[in-house]
Every structure is written in structure tokens, then in C-alpha cells.
């Protein structure tokens, strides 16, 4: 058996030294890495180690011997155990502090472009609250129905009530909503017997219009007395304006089946961004904070400078927000995304903002590009908002081959951010600056919008 610096259940004092990108305080024992939670750098901890691999272990801390002067006090110890909060303990300045590092730690290591500016990032007055969308598991504990979190890497539930990220109001209505299912008996959802009926209960809220939408996510389609129940949701609140089920048969940790049923009220709600009015699906993406997402938005705008001859793309364009909000400023949009219930939302979303210059196609950005660049038309901006593993190789191929002037990327992964940025490099579009925007307070994820301009 191999011999490592650490044993399971030891314990052992440790300075912390660095920082993980999820926000794990690090320690080494003989080179040997601790990842540590709820620690920061320049604390000297005693802990308990907990498990021991390959490569690095994890331990946790039993007692501070010295706190960081960036340690703020900590609202709730389970918000960092489920990972709702995972940098909760760290000052809201130095977050952002820490998330303008990750971006200029990638554009170092990975692009290789150490010069290009990385400004500061962009935060909240008030960080908490913001979650417009919750997705909530339910679990069957002693004879009741449990709403909470995972504790990380497992599947025990931890029962919250507040959650402090998200809209307060939601937080409310995850609880009255449980208590609902639990007088009408329903099932909660077994992941080991894959028996019962409730999975999860999803809630979003307009931050502007503040209509709620209730989504039951069920393992069946037949769902007793689910109209009633829906009816008992809109009565006990008001704000519901739709309930869907959603069906999920499949053993899975993915949240969403492909069907939805209309329970209650409309198949979609309504908010607005920047002034203009969305109407969103219970399938389309929408981004959870809606302030910050206005201060994403608006940058990206920024950056693209518009003249009032551009021809935008908008990619991974969801339903149609980015594109929707520039319209007016520009020629033409095209916008492309691949789920088919997001795009019907953005061509609705046009004609209910008076936008007649904006055209949307089904399909992966990817393929949709390459049509696009076959049938010539010649963007003179390309905004690009893809997931975590960002873009295809193939896009930013024919993204260069397009000779747009500009491209706004705006990214939720900075590490294919800094990977794509090298590739566009190498096809000559130089990086000229970096704005990460917070829409995650108290949470590791960074957001950063990044602006490329082609080379004479
Ligand atoms: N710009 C939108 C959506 C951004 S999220 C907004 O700000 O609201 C990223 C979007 O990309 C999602 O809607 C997702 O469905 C879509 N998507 C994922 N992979 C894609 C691909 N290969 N081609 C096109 N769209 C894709």
C-alpha cells in the first residue's frame, strides 16, 4: 500500500496557503494538498482529515487558531456544506477581488495573454436575495415531505428554509407549496428504489413583474389530483400566474423531463431586462439574477459599440434577451440556439417589443454559423454566450471566416473562456479587454464579458 503524508482521521495544525477556484481553502503536509472548507489563506487551522486519495485529501476544520481579516461571519455553516453558498465566509470585496483573479489567473496560464486588462468586477450593493429561479429537491424523512440541499458530494439532505441567495418570496412559497403536497399526500421521490412521485419543486419569480412560476417535476405522468393542487398553489399564492408538471421517468440527476403538462394558468411567465418584456418558458434559459444580468447585458452593449449599419449575431441567444436589447441600435440580428422551446420564446419576444429586424433559427450555433456564412451573411458583430464548456472549435472557425469587425463574448466559465480567446487569437482577433460582472454572489461562479477585435 502506498504511504501518504496524512491518515484518515488524524489530526494535525495547517497554515492555508492558497485558494481553490471552487473556494476550498488549500494546505500541503510534505507536499501533500488538504483541501480545506470554510478556511482562507493566511489561517492557521487544526483539523480533522476526512479522506485521503491519490492525489490530495480532504480535511475540515476543527478549530481556527487564526481567522483571515477577509473572513466576514457566517450566516448559515449548511449554506457552504450543500455549496449554496460556497464563498460565503469570504468578504463580498474581496469576492470580487478573488473573481477578477480566476480571470486574470487563466489569461495568464491559459491563453497566454498576460497583458490584456482585466478590470474589476463589477458587484452588487446588495448581495443576497437575487436568485430569481429555484430548483429544490424533495425528500421523504420520517413520514413528511423535506425541502433542502445535498450536502456536497452526497446524497444526504440537509432541510433549509432560507436559502439567502434567493428572492426571499421564493424562499417563502418553496415552503408553502411543500405543505401543500404534503396535505394532499403526495409521494416524495426515492433516488434508490426510484419509486414515489415528486422529484423536485421548481420556483421562478419576475424580479420586475413578480410572476411566479411552479414547476412539479414527477416521475409518472399521472398525477392525483394534480389540478387541484395547482389551483390550492395559485390560491395560497397569488403571485403563481402558471403551474406545469414536468415529467422525468429517467433515472438521472438531470432536473428536467422533456414533457410539460400546464396544470395551472399559462405556460409561461413574464419579466423584463433593460426595459423590454420576456416572455419565458419553463425549458428556457433565463439568467438568475436579473440586475446583474442588466449590467452583463449592458457591457456586452457597451463593448460592441453598435453603429446603426452592424449586422449582429447573436449566439446561444436563449430567448432572445441580448439581441432583443439591441435591435434598435443596429440593422439586423440573427440569433441562434438549440432549444427549440427558447427560440419560440425569442421570436415572440420580438414581435411583443416591436422588434421587426430580428430572425431566429433552431439548432446548434456550431452548424446554423456555417449555413449562415454559406448563404453570405455578413455579420459585422458576433456576441457569443455559450455554456461551461464554451465554444466549439468549429464556430470560432467560421466565426473568424465571417470577418466581423467584433466579437463580445460573454462567458460563465473563464477557463474556456481563456482557451477559446487563444484560438480566436490565432485567427487573428486580438483580446482587447476583460470585465468580469458578478451574477453569483457568495457563490464561486464567474462571469466576465470579453471584447475581440479583428486585426488589419
Ligand atoms: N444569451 C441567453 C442564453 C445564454 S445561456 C441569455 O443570456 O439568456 C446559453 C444558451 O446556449 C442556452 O440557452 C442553451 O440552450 C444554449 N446552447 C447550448 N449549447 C448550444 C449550441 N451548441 N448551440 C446553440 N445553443 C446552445
Redesign the pocket.
Known amino acids: 500500500m502506498k504511504e501518504y503524508p496524512v491518515q484518515k482521521n488524524q489530526r494535525l495544525t495547517v497554515s492555508i496557503i492558497d485558494l481553490t477556484h471552487e473556494g476550498m481553502g488549500v494546505a500541503k503536509v510534505d507536499g501533500y494538498p488538504l483541501f480545506i472548507e470554510n478556511s482562507l489563506p493566511g489561517e492557521e487551522v487544526e483539523v480533522l482529515v476526512i479522506k485521503v486519495g491519490n492525489k490530495f485529501g480532504f480535511a475540515k476544520v476543527e478549530n481556527w487558531l487564526t481567522e483571515s481579516p477577509d473572513r466576514q461571519p457566517i450566516k448559515d455553516v449548511d449554506l457552504l456544506r450543500t455549496g449554496i453558498a460556497p464563498l460565503s465566509h469570504l468578504s463580498y470585496e474581496k469576492q470580487l477581488e478573488f473573481k477578477q483573479e480566476q480571470v486574470k489567473n487563466v489569461m495568464k496560464k491559459i491563453a497566454k495573454m498576460p497583458d490584456v486588462p482585466v478590470y474589476e468586477t463589477l458587484g452588487m450593493e446588495k448581495p443576497f436575495g437575487y436568485r430569481n429561479k429555484a430548483q429544490i429537491p424533495v425528500r421523504r424523512v420520517d413520514g413528511e415531505l423535506m425541502t433542502g440541499f445535498y450536502r456536497k458530494n452526497s446524497h444526504q439532505m440537509i432541510a433549509i428554509d432560507d436559502y439567502y441567495i434567493q428572492d426571499p418570496a421564493i424562499d417563502e412559497a418553496i415552503s408553502v407549496i411543500r405543505n401543500i403536497l404534503q396535505r394532499f399526500d403526495v409521494r416524495a421521490y426515492d433516488e434508490e428504489s426510484h419509486k414515489g412521485m415528486l422529484r423536485h419543486i421548481i420556483v421562478r419569480r419576475g424580479h420586475y413583474t413578480h410572476e411566479m412560476m411552479v414547476i412539479l417535476v414527477t416521475r409518472k405522468e399521472k398525477f392525483f389530483k394534480g389540478d387541484l393542487i395547482a389551483e390550492t398553489i395559485n390560491k395560497e399564492l397569488p403571485e403563481v400566474v402558471s403551474v406545469i408538471q414536468n415529467i422525468n421517468e429517467d433515472k438521472t440527476n438531470v432536473i428536467l423531463g422533456k414533457e410539460n403538462r400546464v396544470l395551472f394558468g399559462k405556460d409561461h411567465m413574464i419579466d423584463k431586462l433593460l426595459g423590454n418584456t420576456f416572455r419565458i418558458s419553463p425549458q428556457?434559459?433565463?439568467?438568475v439574477n436579473t440586475l446583474q444580468?442588466e449590467v452583463?447585458?449592458q457591457t456586452a452593449i457597451d463593448f460592441a459599440d453598435l453603429k446603426k449599419s452592424d449586422v449582429v449575431i447573436?449566439?446561444?441567444?436563449?430567448?432572445?434577451?441580448?439581441g432583443i436589447s439591441l435591435a434598435n441600435q443596429v440593422k439586423d440580428v440573427y440569433g441562434?440556439?438549440?432549444?427549440r422551446e427558447?427560440i419560440l420564446d425569442a421570436q415572440i419576444n420580438a414581435e411583443k417589443n416591436h422588434i421587426d429586424n430580428a430572425y431566429y433559427q433552431v439548432?446548434?450555433?456550431?452548424?446554423?454559423m456555417k449555413k449562415w456564412l454559406e448563404r453570405e451573411i455578413n455579420p459585422t458583430v458576433i456576441i457569443v454566450?455559450?455554456?461551461r464548456?464554451g465554444l466549439?472549435e468549429s464556430?470560432i472557425q467560421s466565426a473568424a471566416e465571417t470577418k466581423a469587425k467584433k466579437v463580445v463574448y460573454?462567458s460563465?466559465n473563464p477557463a474556456t473562456l481563456a482557451r477559446d480567446l487563444k484560438l480566436f487569437q490565432e485567427l487573428g482577433y486580438k483580446t482587447e479587454k476583460i470585465q468580469p460582472v458578478d451574477l453569483f454572489p457568495q457563490s464561486y461562479h464567474t462571469e466576465a464579458v470579453a471584447l475581440l477585435v479583428k486585426e488589419k
Not at 441562434?336 to 432549444?339: D, K, L
Request: proline share 6%.
Open positions: 428556457s434559459f433565463f439568467q444580468a452583463l447585458y447573436d449566439a446561444y441567444s436563449g430567448i432572445g434577451t441580448i441562434v440556439e438549440v432549444t427558447a439548432g446548434k450555433a456550431e452548424v446554423v454566450d455559450p455554456p464548456k466549439a464556430f460573454i460563465c
